[in-house]
């Protein structure tokens, strides 16, 4: 596709409930972020892949938050027994390279999940 | 550890210059972001800087002193649209590339 496509855009869960969040990089692009964004405040990070590698998943909250990316392109963000402070909007990003050239990220439209 | 911090929000008339402030601590500094992001939006590209200096792309330009650990957007020739929130953003270059984004500076143009 033309840029990076999440699913669902929208999501509602009930508390307990487990969620996977879906996200779909631009062809070709080795790495891939997840952010976590609240309401009014900057997207914070989550985890991080080189190609299928999960090379940073510093920013996971709890051990119910699992992400993975088995054969390098789509990626996958579980979320298990939500809560209601996981609610957010959750955005994908990718970009084509690592290291010191401008690889900028391209973002996708994110995931809002809403848990009541 | 990183930290990154930039003012919550500002206000500017239409048609002016406006400086959007960031300073950062990073352990591994590996070039330094800025995004915009409408409401409701995902974040878009603006600038990259990684050495010293003003890099100009249109009415957008941005500012990095890596010694002082500070960058500065520049927009000149405001629009309403420009009306946005502004990220600020670090690639650390410890364990991997992340970027980490700061909580973002809320620009309202008014007319």
């Known amino acids: 596709g033309a840029g990076v496509s999440q699913s669902p855009r929208y999501k509602v869960a009930k508390r307990g409930q487990d969620v996977a969040l879906r996200c779909d990089p631009i062809?070709?692009?080795?790495?891939l972020f997840w952010y976590q964004q609240a309401l009014g405040q900057g997207p914070e990070f989550l985890t991080y892949?080189?190609?299928?590698?999960?090379?940073?998943k510093s920013g996971l909250p709890s051990d119910r938050f699992f992400a993975e990316r088995p054969e390098g392109s789509v990626s996958t963000l579980k979320i298990q027994r939500t809560q209601q402070e996981d609610s957010a909007v959750y955005l994908c990003?990718?970009?084509?390279?690592?290291?010191?050239?401008?690889?900028?990220?391209?973002f996708g439209q994110g995931t809002r999940l809403t848990v009541v | 550890g990183q930290n990154i911090d930039q003012p919550t929000e500002m206000t500017a008339t239409e048609g002016a210059i406006v400086q959007i402030n960031c300073t950062y601590q990073?352990?591994?500094?590996?070039?330094l972001f800025w995004y915009q992001q409408h409401a409701g939006e995902a974040p878009t590209f603006l600038s990259y800087?990684?050495?010293?200096g003003l890099e100009e792309k249109g009415r957008f330009s941005s500012f990095l002193s890596r010694s002082k650990g500070y960058s500065y957007l520049l927009l000149k020739e405001l629009q309403m649209k420009d009306s946005a929130s502004y990220l600020c953003?670090?690639?650390?270059?410890?364990?991997?590339?992340?970027?980490?984004f700061g909580a973002g500076t809320r620009l309202f143009v008014k007319a």
């Open positions: 062809s070709g692009h080795v790495s």
């Open positions: 990073t352990s591994g500094f590996n070039g």
């Open positions: 800087n990684v050495l010293d």
């Open positions: 892949f080189q190609n299928e590698a999960q090379l940073d």
């Open positions: 953003a670090v690639r650390d270059n410890t364990g991997g590339f992340k970027t980490i």
């Open positions: 990003a990718s970009s084509l390279t690592t290291g010191t050239m401008n690889t900028e990220a391209f």
